[in-house]
């Protein structure tokens, strides 16, 4: 059985000689858009593409013609990852990871508790939800609340990367969250039953 390190190295190295990333991301955006899951919805998380991401860039244009708030991680160990707003001018600093995130008063911070949409980062998934990211379960932390008793209506937990990046199977623990969707650049899975019901109308 291959080891979940590599499919990660593997899957890294696959996005990152991906021959037309642009495209990617913008199919992505046309598949979140078209599916209506930004109808409605206030305030959505996003990142700033790294190491051959998937880039949002696109989705986080569409959710602010949609006057949608978008947040960006911010990493403050030990506490799980909080989100912070950050419009066109806002600027970034790098966190010690070398990402970019939002340099903002920590007042402004919020929960993904506070989330509609966490459109999250993957590095591998597999076809039952799964994902794994760097390996250092910000993600899973901060959307543990998930885990207890009846999942709430939000935040979705949206995964978006490249179809190269699915992989058979995800080594799964008790402690992880699993997406309620994925998009790629070639399909749209969905996971959650309350999220497939919308997907259909």
């Given at each position: 059985m291959?080891?979940?390190s590599?499919l990660?190295?593997?899957?890294?190295e696959a996005?990152?000689?991906?021959?037309?990333?642009?495209?990617a991301?913008?199919?992505v955006?046309?598949?979140?858009?078209?599916?209506?899951?930004l109808?409605?919805?206030?305030r959505?998380s996003?990142?700033v593409?790294?190491?051959g991401?998937?880039?949002?860039?696109?989705l986080?244009?569409?959710c602010?013609?949609?006057?949608?708030e978008?947040?960006?991680?911010?990493?403050?160990?030990p506490?799980?990852?909080q989100?912070a707003?950050?419009?066109?001018?806002?600027?970034f600093v790098?966190?010690?990871?070398?990402i970019p995130?939002p340099?903002v008063?920590?007042q402004?911070?919020?929960?993904a508790?506070?989330l509609d949409?966490?459109?999250?980062?993957v590095?591998v998934?597999?076809?039952?939800?799964?994902?794994a990211g760097?390996?250092?379960?910000?993600y899973d932390?901060?959307?543990?609340?998930?885990?207890?008793?009846p999942?709430p209506a939000k935040p979705?937990?949206v995964g978006?990367a490249?179809?190269c990046q699915?992989v058979?199977?995800?080594p799964?623990h008790?402690g992880?969250v699993?997406?309620?969707?994925?998009?790629?650049?070639?399909?749209v899975?969905?996971?959650?039953k309350?999220?497939?019901?919308?997907?259909r109308?």
């Amino acid at each position: 059985m291959v080891s979940l390190s590599r499919l990660r190295t593997e899957a890294r190295e696959a996005r990152r000689s991906f021959s037309d990333p642009e495209g990617a991301a913008r199919a992505v955006c046309n598949a979140v858009t078209s599916l209506g899951w930004l109808d409605g919805v206030g305030r959505v998380s996003a990142t700033v593409a790294d190491d051959g991401e998937i880039d949002p860039a696109p989705l986080v244009t569409a959710c602010r013609l949609r006057d949608i708030e978008v947040y960006f991680p911010v990493m403050r160990d030990p506490a799980p990852i909080q989100f912070a707003p950050a419009g066109p001018d806002t600027t970034f600093v790098l966190n010690r990871f070398g990402i970019p995130e939002p340099d903002v008063n920590v007042q402004l911070l919020v929960s993904a508790r506070e989330l509609d949409v966490v459109f999250a980062p993957v590095v591998v998934f597999d076809a039952a939800g799964h994902r794994a990211g760097r390996g250092q379960g910000y993600y899973d932390r901060a959307l543990s609340f998930l885990l207890n008793g009846p999942r709430p209506a939000k935040p979705l937990v949206v995964g978006l990367a490249y179809e190269c990046q699915l992989v058979d199977g995800v080594p799964s623990h008790p402690g992880d969250v699993t997406m309620d969707a994925v998009v790629t650049e070639e399909r749209v899975r969905v996971f959650s039953k309350a999220l497939s019901r919308r997907a259909r109308r």
